[in-house]
């Protein structure tokens, strides 16, 4: 038996009451075993998909599957299949990490023999919290825990909405390390996040949305490789008096009296030619340092078209 993708999104429409239509004619597909990211600024209707998959908010057209099972005809099987950490933490206050867990893996219907409680507080790093009130954790510790509550049915994929919006830098590097973990596991990990850096760092694959229509979906080495716009910084021997404007540069930009940011098109024109163009201006150039083109720059080039 082959196994076809773990998510599957197909056409995928939502307007709220009120009229705002959150998702338009949304389709791709999450393959499985990968680290997925689904990129797109504050509104582009990331939770609203991430919802539709958890049957906390209604479709209003099209279909969704996951692990094969249709969220419609077979909801019991897809909501088995995923396990979802929202973007919100929210608790009972007054119960235990362990109690959490247990209550969740209850509703699930895991059998007390084969329920994990103590293995996933491990894998979360809350073993000593085990019996501390969940009112008691840090912001860190709730959204580990809120991780752990996604695993207690053993879903083959996780789903974590926003996991980094707002923490620091320490547990924003934990997190990654889970996610790499759990997909290193064999879990497929879908994360959605508006933080290009962490998408470029952490996806096997990305897809865009923007305005709730889907604009890219890529492998993300292919996405990143897309940018045509290319920087050098030029360290001159002078203070160029009249900026070098040219109409082969997409941006020239004065960083310092003796250094220049030039942005061009690398289809049109080579980091030579920019050079050549500057010289030819009477400006020597003391030294060059030229910077990869990331995902910053499609992300921007791609919601920046039409
Ligand atoms: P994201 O998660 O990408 O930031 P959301 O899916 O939360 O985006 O929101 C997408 C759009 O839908 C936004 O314009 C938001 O204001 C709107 N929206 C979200 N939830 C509701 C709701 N319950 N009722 C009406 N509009 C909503
Ligand atoms: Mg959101």
Redesign the pocket.
Known sequence: MTIGPAISIRNLAKT???G?R?LDDVSFDVPAGQIFGLL??????????INILAGL?NKTSGSASIWGFDIDADPRNAKRSIGIVP?EIVFDPFFTPAEVLEIQAGYYGVPKAARRTLELLAAVHLSDKANAYSRTLSGGMKRRLLIAKALVHTPPVIVL??PTAGVDVELRRQLWELVGQLNADGVTVVL?T?YLEEAEELCDRIAI?NH?KLIADKPTKELVGMAREKVVVLTLDKDPAAMPSQAAFQKCVKLDDHTLEITYDRDRINAGEVMALVQAQGLGIVDVTTREPDLEDVFVSLTTEG
């Open positions: 709220y009451a009120g705002k959150a797109g600024p504050n509104g582009a209707g990331k939770s609203t998909l908010v973007q909405d926003e959605t508006h949305i709730g």
